[in-house]
Structures are given as C-alpha cells and as structure tokens.
C-alpha cells in the first residue's frame, strides 16, 4: 500500500495508525477528522503524516479505515463507496447490522470490509492512541461473503499482521453477541457509577476506600457518549433485551435480600462462579 | 513480636503472612485452619511456619489475625477474647457493625482491632496470597476508641509497615461506604455473570469476543460464595440501599431504550462520566 485513510483519528484510528507505521505498511498516512483539536493532535503525535478532506484523502488512498463513532459510519461509508474505484473501505464499529445493511445494495459494497476489532479502553481521543492495542485480540468479521476476494484478502493480511485472531460472524450474530460481552458491560458500568455518584455523597469516602474491585467494575463509566448513545441506539433491541434479563438477575439478589434467603443466594453465587469455564 | 498466629490461612491471611515473614516480623508465624487441604498448602508455600489448633495457637501469640468469613469472626473471636490477658487481637473482615457489635460489651474488648484492608481479588485460598498484597492499599479501622492504646499501637505500625494508608471511621459508617465501594460491585458482577450464562448459550462466542471490558466488570464474579455470602448477610440493609437504588439506575437506560429517547441516555452517560472526579 502507499497510502492508507484514517477517517477519525481517535483511540481505535489512531492506534491503528500507530501500528501500521511502525510495520512500515505505507508510504504516506493522511488523517481525516472533523475535531481540529484531535486533528491537530494527530500530527503532533506523529498518528499521521497530514490531515486532509474526507473527499481529498478518499482521492488518494488505497485503504480507507472508518474509526468514526457507528451513527455517522453508514453516511460516511456511502459518500466514500461512490467515490472509489478499485480501493477498500473498512469499517471498525462496535455494531455491524445497521451499517451493513445501509450498504448492502450499493454496486460498490464488494470493497467494504465489516470489521470490528475486540478492543478499546475506557478513553477517547488520539492522545489515548496505543500502539500494540490490537495484538492477541479477536476481530470480528461480518458478512464477509459480501466482500470482493481481494479486499478481503487484504483485510485478512492486515489483522494477521496486527497479530489477531480473525473470527467470521454475519453482522446479526455480531450484534447480538456484541450485546452480551460488550455493550451491558458498559450499561452497568454508567449505572453502578450515576449509583455511586447519586446515593454516596462522600466523595472521600469513595476515593479513599475504592479497592480494585470497584475500579474495575466502574471503569468503563468513564467512556465517552460521542462512542457509546450511538452503539446503543443502534443495537437497541439485542441490548434491550440482555438489559431486561440482567434487571431480573439483581432482581433475584435484592429478593433473596430482603427474604434472607442466604441459601439462594449462595446458589446465586455458586452459579455466577460458572463464569471462570469462559474467563480465565 | 515473637509469635504471631494467623486463623484462616487464606487470600488475606496468607498475604499477610507471607509479608509479615518477609519483614522479619515474628520469629513464628503459626496458623490456624479448619480446611486441611488449605492448611497442607499454607506450610507448603511456607506461609507459615507450623499449623495449630485454635486454642494452641493464641496461647503462644503476641498478636492473633482474624481473616476468616466475617459470618464465622464473631464466636471465634469471642472465645479468643475469653482466653486472652495482654495479647493483641485483629480482624480484617469486610463488614464491621456486626463483627463489633457483638464484643463492645466483652471485658477485653479493648485488645480488640477492627481493621479492614481494602484489598482482595477474586481469589481465594493459600494459592491465591501475595506478597505485596497491602502496600499502597487503604487500610480502615474502625471504633479504634474502644481499643487499647497499646493495641491501637500496635496495629498502627503494622499497617505502617504494610506501607498503607490508614482512615480512622466508625462501624457502621464502615458498611455504608463499603457497600457503595465494593459490596455492590460483587452483586453486579455476580448477576452480570449469570445473565450472560444464562441467556448466551454460546459459550464459544463470549469465549472468543470477551475483552478486557467483559472481563474488568465480569470477573469479580469469580469470587468465593464462602466470603461473600456472609459479607451481603451483615450489610443487608446496606446493600438493599445501594442495590435498590443500582435496578432504578438501569431502569433509566431500559426506559432511555424503549423510549428512544437517546437525549437523555447520553445525559446519563454524561453523568456517569464525573465517576473521573473520583478514580482516576
């Protein structure tokens, strides 16, 4: 390649820029991004070589990465595919079924690549970029039938060279699974933290006693809602319905509670400890 | 100190050990436990020196460390108390009210400590202790008014020495911070946990996906029944508050969904976000 496009220059863009510079895979890095404070602080980071318009980057690139939040990916995605020719688009969103299926029929789908990479922190922006982020992780690919051999190829050789594991899902089963091991995690998260913050009014008492434990499970309250209202409203129904579910799970907590039921919930317990057969 | 005794030679009472050996604490250290696979692998790892009954081993220590269930630290402590003269005796339970609740009124009250070390992971057992376990850590005692100056003394330096921070707080003060800052977080996990269980049955899927975000919110549900549900049995009430409070928190996100009214659930994102003004 000589040329690669990042579109949004952020924590996911820009890691990816990182890495593709230091494996030495282009010439030429252009950014593209409608934050001029992350634009400016692209380049001084050395993400990219040069920023530039979506159109003049699109112009110029053989591989044009979206690393934009999922709401403003299938605008984009179309203005891009009815500009290019031969070269290829990949996406990096967190939801794949609505993008996929805004671009489904366009005669140009064949060069867009559904991917998304199983990897982000709690922070935002190209000064949270880093540059062995995607090593040892999965990434996701959707529908990839729907893709052009060669741009698929390329894909595939990118994330091998990024040192992932490639797994090939179709997008509805993405964003279902999406639901599970990502998008409550983060659900939680915000409402164990707006918890905390409405009921402890000690702010002292919190800092000063938070363990580990509660870092950890509050964390990701941190991230951003530039990322995070659109992968919600996108993936709305699967989330809804692990939402649903996971009330009723704290539901029979506070019920073995208030009935002092403590051999349920030690069964409760017992049952949620089945989760180390999936994480270590 | 020539002898320490330490009763449950788990997690906490392991790490411990194992720094108070470093340090060159005690000439001693013997421990108590009725679990013998955990007692074979205390003096295996040579967290302690010699394994004793209970009765034997606070005949022969200067200080005795209670880290045991806290539904078992009351009557053990009690007989303790009974068999003392001027030893020093501390527990490091993670709720406070119930545990000094039941001894205020014992004539050796005084040589008691109630501390609490804001530190543990999801682990538990001699297998699990480590060595530098406290250093850096929050340590809380509690009603320290009600203990000897001598004992509170000594506790002082050994926390010191543990290079931890200590915050003086009464008890019941104690299981309401503790409730927001660690209690609650177990019982989120744990019910996130069997959420997942229960509704994905493709344990390959998560198994595959799960990233670092799955695994910091999910894997305090590995934690011990036998430590824990103790510890929601002596904060009920506590916990009923915070988890009350948690369910109305998620029913704002369910209802943000439902109604898509992606207005305010990026306010409650937003919102969550001050969690920064608190950890780091």
């Known amino acids: ?42 380049l001084n980071r ?14 110029k690139a053989d591989l044009i990465v979206l690393a934009i939040p999922v709401n403003a990916v299938s605008a984009v ?16 969103g967190s939801t794949k079924s609505h993008i996929t299926h805004a671009v489904n029929d366009h005669p140009k789908r064949g060069r867009f690549i559904a991917s998304h990479p199983m990897w982000g922190t709690e922070y935002s922006g190209p000064a949270a970029a880093v540059e062995n982020a995607f090593q040892g992780k999965a990434v996701i690919l959707c529908d990839a039938d729907k893709s052009d051999s060669d741009a698929l190829e390329l894909a595939v050789s990118i994330f091998k060279g990024l040192d992932m594991r490639i797994i090939h899902m179709d997008a509805v089963d993405h964003d279902l699974h999406a639901a599970y091991v990502s998008h409550i995690s983060h659900i939680t998260s915000f409402a164990l933290a707006n918890t905390v913050l409405e009921k402890e009014k000690e702010d002292d008492a919190i800092f000063e006693m938070a363990s580990a434990g509660f870092e950890s499970t509050v964390r990701l309250a941190k991230s951003s809602p530039e990322m995070w209202t659109p992968i919600l409203m996108q993936n709305k129904e699967n989330v809804l319905d ?26 409760l317990i017992v049952n949620a400890n089945q989760i180390r057969r999936i994480i270590k």
Chains 1, 2 share one sequence.
């Open 77 to 92: 995605l179309k203005t891009i595919l009815s500009q290019i020719d031969q070269q290829v688009v990949m996406d990096m």
């Open 1 to 42: 390649m000589k040329t690669i496009a990042i579109v949004g220059v952020g924590l996911i863009g820009g890691s990816f820029a990182l890495r593709c510079r230091s494996l030495g895979w282009a010439h030429t890095i252009i950014g593209v991004d409608n934050n001029s404070v992350h634009a400016a602080e692209a």
């Open 242 to 267: 692990v939402l649903n579910e996971h009330i009723s799970q704290l539901r029979k907590f506070k019920s073995c509670l208030e009935k002092e039921n403590w051999e349920y919930l030690n069964e």
């Open 46 to 59: 050395g993400l990219v070589d040069q920023m530039a318009s979506l159109e003049e980057a699109v112009s």
